[in-house]
Each structure stands twice: as C-alpha cells, then as structure tokens.
C-alpha cells in the first residue's frame, strides 16, 4: 500500500500538507536517500528523511476514546484563520487534516504562533469568551524602544473599538520587545493598542493560550493536544 509523501508527511505531525509540499519543492526530503519530487508516493518500509534526519510517527493515544480532534498549530506568518475554501492559504487547506476542523479564535494573517484547531464546536464559546478568563500569551516586537509609560498604559487599558482593553500583564523582554498577557481577543488588539501610544507593531508571536504553549513546534507544525493539556483548558464534559 502506497501513500502521497506529502500526507505521508503531514500523518507523521511534522507540518502541513502544504508545508511538506513546499519541502518537497526544495529538495529537502529524501525517500531511501534519493531526493523526491512533489507527487512522490511511499510504501509502508520506505525510509522518509527531512533535512537528513528521519521522520518519527505521531503517537496514537488509542486508549482514550477521544472523539474529537484537539490540535496545537505554530501558524505561520502569510496564514489566514478562516475555514472558507475561497480564501487562498487559508488555515485548514494549510493543514490538510483528514478530519474536518476549524480554528479556535483567530490570529491575524501578519502574526505567527500558536493557535487551537479542533473537531467540537460546542467548545469554542467556552475558551473565547473573556469572562471565562482564558489567558493568551504573546512576544511582540514594536518600532521603537519600550518604556514604562508605554507598559503601564498598555496594561492599564486602551481605548480601542470604542471600548477599553481589559487590564492586562506587560514586561519589557529587549529594548524593542516585550511581553503581554490577555484574557480577551479582540480584532487586532494588540497592534491597535500600541498604536494609541505611537507604536507600531512589527512582530507578533503568541506562545500561550492557558495551560498550552507553543514549546517546540516549528513554524507549520501541529501536535495533537495532550490529555493534561485539555483537562486544564476544557470542562470535563466537552473533553471527548
């Protein structure tokens, strides 16, 4: 039985289908050491190598009885968060899932980092609602040097979409970066709240939502969640 290399790719967790397409266009994966070509198939023995390391096969957790689909996504910059199939690099073409998912909130199309993709769609509400207190952790990079005026007014509050920001955590990280922490996701929240100071935003990372971080994942890979990740992110009863 052969497989496409690229779903053969995405299968093991390492990127995307799109992604591994674009390795494939780069001549970085081999197939028992000879350079593959995009269309490329695989048999159940070959050998497939990134970058001359070789690929390890997800782990399937089969003792769960999970019934939904719960992943972790490094989004890269140039992808946009919307499931409608018209929209060119839209996220889940990107990530080529063999079951139907759809993204958990948003990130803008000029930011990168992490963002929750599942199957259950009874669980969206509960972590994007900002009453509930969901925590999301961004790095961000600003034009010009950060000070303590424009931290203490940032996590003061801004007045953005004609409403307030809700208080949040900030911390300088380098002279031209620093750290936020929010429990709300409003429409390009961040870059508008810098720019009420001056600022203008030219990096933009998150790395945490609650108890899920970012860790090791690439640009373009995805993990599916661990069962410690979702009892800390999700009522026990939307879980499976």
């Known amino acids: 039985m052969t497989t496409r290399l690229n779903k053969h790719i995405a299968d093991t967790g390492f ?55 719960y992943i972790a996504l490094n989004k890269p910059v140039g992808i946009t968060c919307t499931t409608e199939s018209a929209v060119k690099g839209n996220i ?26 599942t199957s259950n769609g009874d669980i969206v509400n509960q972590i994007l609602r900002a009453e509930n207190g ?17 931290l203490r007014g940032m996590a003061r509050g801004v007045r953005i979409h004609d409403q307030v920001t809700l208080p949040c955590r900030t911390t300088r ?5 620093f750290r936020i922490v929010l429990e709300q996701g409003l429409n390009r929240q961040i870059r508008l709240m810098a720019a009420a100071f001056g600022y203008r935003v030219t990096q933009l990372r998150r790395v945490r939502i609650d108890n ?5 994942l690439k640009p373009g890979q995805w993990r599916n969640l661990s069962e410690q990740e979702l009892r800390g992110l999700l009522p026990q009863q939307h879980q499976w």
């Open 212 to 216: 899920v971080r970012i860790g090791a």
């Open 15 to 69: 990127c995307s289908r799109r992604e591994a397409d674009r390795l494939l266009a780069a001549r970085r994966v081999t197939v028992n050491g000879l350079v593959a070509g995009t269309g490329a198939v695989v048999g159940e023995d070959d050998e497939v190598r990134v970058d001359g390391q070789p690929l390890r096969a997800r782990v399937v957790q089969k003792s769960t009885g999970r019934r939904h689909v």
């Open 134 to 150: 969901h925590q999301k952790e961004y790095l961000v990079a600003v034009n010009k040097p950060v000070t303590d005026d424009f």
């Open 173 to 177: 990280i380098a002279k031209f970066g």
């Open 92 to 117: 889940v073409d990107f990530v080529g899932h063999e079951q139907r998912i759809f993204p958990i909130g948003r990130l803008d199309k000029d930011s990168e980092g992490l963002i929750l993709m």
